[in-house]
């Protein structure tokens, strides 16, 4: 596991996550419980929880960063 813990994210930044292969980026918007958050995907614009990502775990490839403008 490289990149960011889920405790440094903050509500407004953007991100990437890599897991199994999927690319993920998307733009926190609230959290809503113990290391869980409400995302926003940067390109469908779909709301969705963080949970819902990594219900199956976390691979050997997981990689969280922030995304800087």
């Known amino acids: 596991m490289s ?17 199994y292969g999927e690319k993920s980026e998307f733009l926190l918007q609230e959290v809503v419980g ?13 709301s969705y929880l963080m949970s819902d990502l990594i219900q199956y775990g976390k691979g050997e490839d997981f ?7």
Not at 3 to 19: C, D, E, H, P, T
């Open 3 to 19: 990149g960011l813990a889920f405790s440094s994210m903050r509500v407004g930044k953007k991100y990437r996550l890599i897991n």
């Open 63 to 69: 990689e969280l960063r922030e995304i800087y403008d």
């Open 34 to 46: 113990r290391n869980d958050y409400r995302l926003k995907d940067l390109f469908s614009l779909e």
